[in-house]
Nanobody, 119 residues
């Protein structure tokens, strides 16, 4: 009932920048949290940055990545600067909130977008 669609991944050289976007659609009454996670090959998915009533960043993202949200459009963005090869991963968008069709919460994931940092 809630769909997340990501865009903006790709190949970038070390030290470069890349922006990711994610839009949520469906039977949404309210989104309380939106965030970005990454999953490297053979590793668990981990939080990169999240925004709700607070904003949080992984230590590896602090000072390099910026998360922003457009509540009117149900969009979340991740601006990534000074990228490093170790940032290479599939990045997933996540959103949690309440459905408009029934008194239930949702926790939705996007399909993932690959970010490759390599020269």
């Amino acid at each position: 009932q809630v769909e997340l669609v990501e865009s903006g991944g790709g190949l970038v050289q070390p030290g470069g920048s890349l922006g990711l976007s994610c839009g949520a659609s469906g039977s949404i009454a309210r989104i309380s949290f939106m965030g970005w996670y990454l999953q490297a090959p053979g590793e668990q998915r981990e939080l990169v940055a999240g925004i709700g009533s607070w904003t949080t960043y992984a230590d590896s993202a602090k000072g390099r990545f910026t998360i922003a949200r457009d509540n009117a459009k149900n969009m979340v963005y991740l601006q990534m600067n000074s990228l490093k090869p170790e940032d290479t991963a599939v990045y997933y968008c996540n959103a949690a909130g309440a459905l408009s069709t029934r008194l239930e919460s949702f926790n939705a994931w996007g399909q993932g977008t690959l970010v490759t940092v390599s020269s």
